[in-house]
């Protein structure tokens, strides 16, 4: 099932890439500015569908992530030790029905002040596809709230301002808001800037500076979506272009500098507040596919899934360097 799973996204994705996407070169292990010291913390299992899709640093350190194909909440600790926390439940069908990649998967990753955590589920079936909450000490999620079958949940952020869930469909062009404690789904934003255009739209999603900052996989961007006193979505704007293939990212805590994983070109940019990027990581620093970015303190980790390359998928540690900043 693994290696079906491979060959969706590599089809999918050579579908929807151009040979715009392709990363330039930089010299071996030369992780650039901001970020140094770049080194895999650890390794998992493809073919138990050990993909990381999002991951977060928990306060005393250690990395939580969804495994992609196994739809498993996962946690590596400070010894690099991989510690599964929860199973979501498989679909009867396999997840064959999942719009646009044929198979389940778990993505968006979320944790909340009391230390539950919140994983998004796609199965192109019901009674799962949704938000799911784990609660801390348990070992069984529940799902909190339904999203449609045909939907892609996959970005997952909590905004504490509004006590709600932001989610990205980047199937549907749609981000769903969810209350805190669960509940009914309703379509918070469906603008253009969050349509796919062959493939994945709507893809990261981050709560910074009163808005919602979006990234479109397809149309290469960053959009920020502000939110109003009344909670509901303002005129987006788009922020940064040329990132065909952005996944999910993380603010460094900069202002508004990013760090933006790019998923098929196999690299990590810095992107600034006036749209431009730079490649800080890419497959010399041992990238393989990363699909999102956590950041706390000077600590940044990047999952890599290797849908595509199909080799290592890994966990990488950098240092963030803030002098001069």
Do not use: C
């Amino acid at each position: 099932m693994k290696n079906r799973i491979m060959r969706a996204v590599l089809a999918a994705a050579a579908a929807s890439l151009t040979l715009a996407t392709v990363a330039v070169a930089t010299p071996a292990g030369a992780a650039t500015e901001p970020l140094s010291r770049a080194h895999i913390v650890a390794h998992f299992n493809l073919a138990k569908g050990q993909s990381p899709e999002n991951a977060l640093i928990e306060p005393n350190g250690s990395v939580d992530m969804t495994f992609a194909g196994a739809h498993q909440i996962a946690r590596v600790d400070g010894n690099g030790t991989t510690h599964i926390l929860a199973t979501l439940p498989a679909p009867s069908d396999g997840g064959v029905h999942t719009p646009v990649l044929g198979f389940a998967l778990a993505t968006g990753l979320a944790r909340t002040p009391d230390g539950a955590l919140y994983a998004l589920y796609a199965t192109g079936a019901k009674d799962l596809t949704g938000l799911w909450r784990l609660k801390p000490g348990h070992t069984t999620p529940e799902r909190i709230a339904a999203l449609p079958a045909d939907s892609l949940p996959n970005g997952l952020a909590f905004d504490p301002r509004s006590n709600a869930f932001y989610i990205t469909d980047s199937v549907l062009g749609t981000v769903w808001s969810v209350p805190a404690h669960g509940g009914r789904a309703t379509a918070w934003s469906t603008a253009p800037e969050l349509a796919p255009h062959g493939f994945l739209g709507a893809n990261g999603a981050r709560v910074h500076d009163n808005a919602l900052w979006v990234t479109n996989f397809d149309q290469g961007t960053v959009v920020r979506i502000p939110v109003g006193d009344d909670h509901r979505a303002g005129r987006p704007t788009v922020k940064a272009t040329g990132l065909q293939g952005i996944d999910d990212f993380a603010f460094t805590g900069r202002g508004n500098e990013i760090l933006g994983a790019l998923n098929q070109p196999n690299k990590v940019v810095r992107i600034t507040d006036d749209g431009s990027n730079t490649t800080v990581l890419n497959a010399s620093d041992g990238l393989q596919n990363p699909t999102s970015v956590a950041v706390r303190g000077n600590d940044v980790y990047i999952p890599s899934a290797a849908y595509t390359t199909a080799t290592d998928p890994n966990l990488l540690h950098a240092h963030l360097d803030r002098q001069g900043h």
